[in-house]
């Protein structure tokens, strides 16, 4: 059993301009990719994470994030090119579910 995380993902922005809304909880999923989802938040270091501005470019992909772990909570905004590279795996994970 791992433990309890919820991810929700709103990715904005692109050549489209479409929205994007993800929720992800581990206890919905099938064990192999709650226990990813957990891994890959387990590698984030939560004190280290900044939100960054958009950049140069109309078209550029925004991702609004809150991840709940146990107890914890946090949430970040990001927008290509400056994502973290602990946060981009997660970031790939969630657009799968897109």
Do not use: C
């Amino acid at each position: 059993m791992t433990e309890h995380i919820r991810v929700e993902l709103l990715r904005s922005g692109g050549f489209i301009g479409r929205s994007v809304h993800v929720t992800l909880d581990s206890t919905q999923l099938p064990p192999p990719e709650a226990a990813e989802l957990t891994r890959l938040v387990t590698a984030i270091d939560p004190h280290t994470l900044r939100s960054t501005g958009p950049t140069h470019g109309a078209d550029l992909m925004h991702y609004n994030l809150t991840i709940h772990r146990g107890t914890q909570q946090w949430q970040v905004k990001v927008s290509d090119p400056a994502i973290p590279a602990d946060l981009s795996p997660l970031l790939q994970f969630l657009n799968n579910y897109s």
